[in-house]
């Protein structure tokens, strides 16, 4: 967890943080040391034109010392708040090598972490004089170590930025943990008893030395010359040690010891609501006299919980994984030792069998021994680098996860929030990082190495290892495993494997599907696995698969068909992955609401294209005579307005007392009857009549919705704040419709 505790430019432990806009933090002395000061007249210029980088301040030699601080300082509120005249803008004035207008700068200092620091570069005799004489003020902008975005300082300079009370909190934990640890800090190569307190930690060896074992033991030549020293955990000189520094060296204890933080725009104010729109937390006085008050806000802690759950959910998904990277690290280990011991089987056989023969065997035994090691050489390196890239993961996950924990741990709604949205995607990242088969071994224990000594002594000469001899021809067909093979809604899985005692190599497979109406076979999968899976296929369809393996002689023979039969109806679900950013999904993805009272559009798991569908939406709540929409809809439908106002959509639309069905913005057929809390809406998709009709409470309202409907559509809903519907989907199309309401004209 230590990484995730470290400034990324001075590589030691947060002092004073502040979060960035793009959500990552950096101590604040960092952040006087890396902001970046741009005249007024290049502040217009498009992102790309900006300086690269500050040059030295030009007036620095003529002001003496203390211009660098003065530089340093108005990075805070005191300058920034317009003061200074000449003075402040010749401080922040900028020099180009070719007088080209931008500045360019080659910094000699680089923190622990591999970031660039802006060197203090005493400004050129004669800048001052050479500044234009009209040069306006200018202004300071600050640009993340670790993602590179940019952002400018308003008034206030550094201390316009949120202060992470919440990472001070956990440094200022994990510090007191690592001084309760230093009195064990112990010399781990002492031959005396009790060995010597630790004087250095060598972060590249991970080991404690004393005074003594440090000149024995790591001197500082050779190798060792490039290794880093470090005081050991707890030393008041080392990072994050038991002095502390900053605000961590406090006595304050880190949970509800801590003063309550209030707003930064109201300093006698507490945070009691959060802005959705700005995704901060706000007070009172922001929502009456601030730019909050006509944003949409919530209770602080109906969000922190919301977004405490949220973290905590994700953070399954990777300790899941992390606990298959353990079982995997423990295979890979049983694997070097049986690739160990199998490697010396083979070596043992292989001198057995040439010691027996005679004189002219020798020199072609120490050939077939070569092979051998190479090959166990071989799986080695292979699963070594997988258990080094194996454990680099392992080791970040788990930090991450520790730190997710620490931040869970916390009673502070406000601090939480300010950092719960990056902390989710880092978790989601983190997860999508163990992608398929990354925890498989690559390589297997066997060595597939067989010696025949059989052969005449005329012979020896040519002696190698018989599976190098067999001529490689096209592979047999393989075969279907019916057992897997299985359908799901509208996917199919098929599974299969060579025949055993094959000896011919295998280079991959190609699996064919048909259209679902016995048309031609096409290409749907080709590569090495042996399980393949096909999503997006049509709802009651028969689909007959075969599958084909190849290497460098050619494509071997079909293997038999396998008849595979998708769903009669659908099952589907909201889509998380496509729904506008306000929407709210709840019970497995089945019951959706808003966060907005802007109508928001969220579309189902499913397309179709052809066949017959139904499915019903619940109204769980409805409030204040809202217009929710039900209907289909284009992957690219546009989320944030009404169902049915641009060409993507086919909806209807419907308050408490009637509804009109609309496309491309135009209203049509207004019928009587509305909905209520506990209204079901009913949608009939009928691709091979090619039109749309829609239901409430059991009773077609009106007629057709929308006839010559063609292509790939999808389940889809808008609503807003004040609506709450829950999805029915896998139901039978209804075979008895009543007489439909007849429209208004």
């Not at 401080?91 to 972490?113: A, I, R, V």
């Amino acid at each position: 967890m230590e990484e995730e505790l470290k400034c990324p430019v001075c590589g030691s432990l947060f002092r004073e943080p502040i979060i960035l806009p793009c959500s990552h933090n950096v101590c604040l002395p960092c952040a006087r040391t890396i902001a970046v000061q741009t005249p007024e007249s290049e502040q217009h210029l498009p992102p790309l034109l900006h300086p690269r980088g500050p040059a030295p301040p030009a007036a620095a030699a003529a002001q003496g010392p203390g211009a660098a601080a003065g530089s340093a300082a108005c990075l805070d509120s005191e300058c920034a708040a317009g003061g200074g005249g000449g003075d402040h803008a010749d401080k922040l004035s900028l020099h180009s090598e070719t007088d080209s207008g931008y500045g360019s700068y080659t910094p000699s200092l680089k923190s622990p972490n591999g970031v660039r620091v802006l060197p203090l570069v005493p400004a050129p005799p004669g800048a001052a004089a050479a500044a234009p004489r009209g040069a306006g003020p200018a202004s300071s902008s600050l640009t993340c170590p670790q993602c590179h975005r940019s952002a400018s300082l308003d008034q206030r300079g550094l201390r316009g930025f949120q202060r992470n009370r919440l990472l001070e909190a956990i440094v200022q934990r994990y510090q007191q943990g690592r001084a309760a640890a230093a009195a064990a800090a112990k010399c781990q190569l002492c031959d005396r008893s009790p060995p010597e307190p630790a004087a250095v930690l060598c972060e590249q060896c991970e080991v404690l030395y004393c005074a003594a074992c440090q000149l024995r033991c790591h001197p500082a030549r050779g190798p060792f010359a490039k290794h880093r020293l470090a005081p050991p955990p707890g030393h008041p000189g080392a990072p994050g040690g038991g002095g502390g520094g900053g605000d961590g060296g406090g006595g304050k204890g880190a949970g509800g010891g801590r003063k309550l933080p209030t707003c930064a725009e109201h300093d006698l104010e507490n945070y009691s609501m959060y802005c959705v729109s700005c995704r901060s937390p706000v007070c009172y006085q922001c929502l009456e006299e601030g730019k909050h008050g006509k944003h949409d806000v919530k209770a602080l802690g109906a969000m922190w919980k919301q977004h405490k759950a949220q973290l905590s959910q994700a953070l399954n998904g990777v300790s899941d994984k992390a606990k298959e990277a353990k079982e995997f690290l423990v295979q890979l280990k049983n694997l070097l030792q049986q690739i160990q011991e199998n490697g010396l089987d083979y070596e043992a056989c292989l001198v057995a069998q040439c010691d027996a023969l005679v004189d002219a065997l020798t020199r072609q035994k120490a050939k077939l021994l070569t092979k051998v090691t190479k090959e166990r050489e071989h799986k080695l390196k292979v699963v070594w680098d997988q258990i080094n890239h194996c454990t680099l993961k392992l080791r970040q996950s788990t930090g991450l996860m520790e730190y997710c924990l620490e931040v869970i741990k916390e009673n502070d709604p406000s601090g939480f929030l300010q950092i719960s949205d990056a902390l989710i995607k880092r978790v989601q990242v983190s997860q999508e990082q163990w992608v398929k088969g990354a925890l498989e071994p690559k390589v297997s224990a066997e060595f597939d190495l067989t010696l025949d000594s059989e052969p005449l002594l005329q012979s020896i000469h040519q002696l190698d290892f018989i599976q190098m001899k067999f001529p490689v021809t096209v592979p047999p067909v393989p075969l279907l495993q019916l057992e897997k093979c299985c359908t799901r809604n509208n996917s199919v899985t098929l599974a299969w494997r060579m025949p055993p005692l094959s000896h011919n190599p295998v280079e991959g497979y190609i699996l064919e599907l048909d259209d679902g109406d016995g048309g031609q076979f096409r290409e749907v999968y080709v590569g090495k696995e042996t399980l393949c899976t096909i999503d997006g296929l049509h709802f009651n369809s028969t689909y007959n698969a075969r599958v084909k393996a190849f290497n460098s002689s050619g494509v071997g023979p079909y293997s038999k068909t396998v008849i595979l039969q998708t769903s009669d109806v659908a099952w589907f679900t909201f889509d998380p992955s496509s729904a506008h950013r306000d929407i709210v999904l709840s019970n497995d993805n089945q019951t959706a609401t808003c966060n907005s009272y802007d109508d928001r559009v969220v579309l189902g798991t499913a397309a179709f294209s052809k066949g017959v569908h139904y499915w019903e939406l619940h109204v769980d709540r409805y409030d204040n005579h809202p217009d929710p929409a039900f209907g289909i809809a284009r992957i690219n439908v546009v989320k944030d307005m009404m169902l049915g106002k641009d060409d993507k959509a086919w909806a209807m639309y419907v308050d408490n007392n009637r509804s009109w069905f609309m496309h491309c913005n135009s209203h049509t057929n207004r019928t009587e009857g509305g909905v209520s809390k506990g209204a079901t809406v009913g949608v009939l998709l009928d691709l091979n009549k090619h039109n749309l009709t829609f239901y409430i409470n059991g009773q077609q309202q009106g007629p057709p919705a929308f006839e010559n409907v063609e292509g790939v559509f999808m389940p889809a809903l808008s609503l807003n704040r004040n609506v709450q519907v829950t999805l029915h989907t896998g139901l039978e199309v209804p075979q008895c419709v009543k007489q439909p309401k007849l429209p208004n004209n």
